[in-house]
């Protein structure tokens, strides 16, 4: 069975932690990892060399795999050169995601070049994308996976609803494979992808960023801490 036949109707489970995480260790991704697994995840999404090596080693399910590098004086930083490519396929993963929209690049390469570059390496392509612009570029280029990773990340997006179930029923009809990426919260919100026509889903912050999720339900106790100390914060 293929990847892509393996994700069809899963969850894919974006697996990484905030810089400065007691969660930023290896042991750490790889525990993470296997929760998703043991639970029921189609697939995993992993970001660096040594994390891919780690996950790759120790599970079986497709992964997903990212690249996250700041060039200055360009904005794509998710997988956006033809040597980060190179080195996401060194790992073994079984898809490489980088980023499709429009943007100059640091070392020159296109979408193309990009989608070109991960079909050369034996990988399936995965294009972000910010809209349906950068989707239907991405169609055109070959891309094997089309994700709305990016809608609302860039700035002609910012601040648009998520998730972007708009593009994913736009281009259900158009690619076979379409993943909602970015925003899913909830079952609830993940249903809604899957009824706008996602292939499969991606889901991160809201299952393995416990950072953030210990951080959102503290900000929720405050009020009540200061209704209970007379008006003033509570020591």
Known sequence: MSALDRLRGGLIVSVQAEAGSPLETLEAIVLLARVAERN??????????????AVRAALSLPVVGILKRMHEGFEPYITSTLAEIASVAATGAQIVAFDATARPR?????????????????????????????????????????????????????????????????????????????GIASPHDAQAAFAAGASAIVVGTAITNVDALVRSFVASTRSWKVRRSGGKPAL
């Open 106 to 182: 640091a070392d020159g390469s296109s979408v193309r070049d990009l989608a070109n570059a991960a079909h050369a390496c034996g990988l399936l392509a995965m294009a972000d994308c910010s809209s349906i612009e950068d989707a239907h570029a991405a169609i055109a280029c070959g891309c094997d996976v089309i994700a709305t990773t990016l809608a609302g990340y860039t700035p002609p997006t910012k601040g648009r609803a998520l998730p972007a179930l708009d593009i994913v029923a736009a281009l259900a009809s158009e690619h076979p494979f379409v993943v909602c990426e970015g």
């Open 40 to 53: 029921g995840a189609a697939g995993l999404r992993v970001e660096g060399v040594d994390r891919l090596n």
